[in-house]
Every structure is written in structure tokens, then in C-alpha cells.
């Protein structure tokens, strides 16, 4: 029995008439009701809300993920296009020393064309080593994000189950 139930009972006993004492009981017991829908709502809305949080975390992570993807395969199409202007720099400079007269394939004429592709793999590799170090970041912002999601769903129902057992005690 509440407290405000223990009172309008003792009211009832010093002389206000049982229906004043019904008529309290009732409407205290009105209040603990209230009271407790307004728990349970709240409950709900913590509920809903982790839920929420916990959607809009994985749409971010899926975001991250897309990027990454994006990111390879903008990656790859990069590497296409340098490979391909390498070997058209290298084949110019061959076409090249073949007008001046020059053997393409004895002295120095070969070293030009080694350096040209040899320079054109160091921008390659430098150019997917950025790219691979960006999609890790976006995949571990993912998996971050996806983390950070959960616990905070967790969090939230947990302190909307303490604030509804706070509203019992």
C-alpha cells in the first residue's frame, strides 16, 4: 500500500466517511497508475530511442563502407590510367630515338625508358599505398561507428530501465 493510500485510509478512520476514503484510495490509486504508464512510456521511448541511435550508426558505418568501396575502385581505375600512360611515354620516347637515328635498345636510350616506367611505378605504388591507408581509416571508422552504435543503445536502455525502476522505488 503507498503512502497516500496509508493516509487517506487513516482520513476515512478520523471521521470523513468511507466514501471520502474510496474516492482517494481511488484516485491515489489513479496516480500510481499514471505513474506507472508514464514509467512504461518512457521505457518504450528509451526502447525506441537505442533503437534510432543504433540505426543511424549503422547507416554511417554502411556510408564508410561505401566510401572504401568507391575509394578501390577509383583506386584501380588510377592505376589503369597510369599504367597506360606510362607505356605511352615510353613508347613515345622509343618512337623518338628511332627518328633522331638513335638505337633504342644500346646505351642510354634504354635507361631513359627504364627510369620513364621505373618513376611511373613509383607514382603507382605511392598512389595505392594512399588509397589502401584511406580505406582502412573508412573501414575502421565503420567498425568504430558500428562499436559506438551498439554501446550506445545499450546505454540508453539501461538508463531508461533505472529511470523506470527509480519512478517504482
Known sequence: MCVFTAIAL?????????????????LLAGTTLGSAALS???????????????????????VYDYQADVNATNAALREDDQLRAMRRNTSTQIAQFGALGVDPLTG??????????????????????????????LTASAANTRTSGKEKAVGTLIGATVKSAERYA
Open 10 to 26: 487513516a482520513g476515512g478512520a478520523a471521521g470523513f466517511g468511507a466514501g471520502a476514503t474510496v474516492a482517494t484510495t481511488g
Open 40 to 62: 512504461d512510456a518512457g521505457l518504450l521511448f528509451g526502447g525506441y530511442s537505442a533503437y534510432t541511435s543504433y540505426q543511424t550508426s549503422k547507416q554511417q558505418a554502411n
Open 108 to 137: 642510354s636510350a634504354p635507361l631513359v625508358v627504364a627510369d620513364t616506367a621505373r618513376n611511373a611505378y613509383y607514382d603507382i605504388f605511392n598512389d595505392n599505398f594512399s588509397s589502401q591507408t584511406e580505406r582502412n581509416t
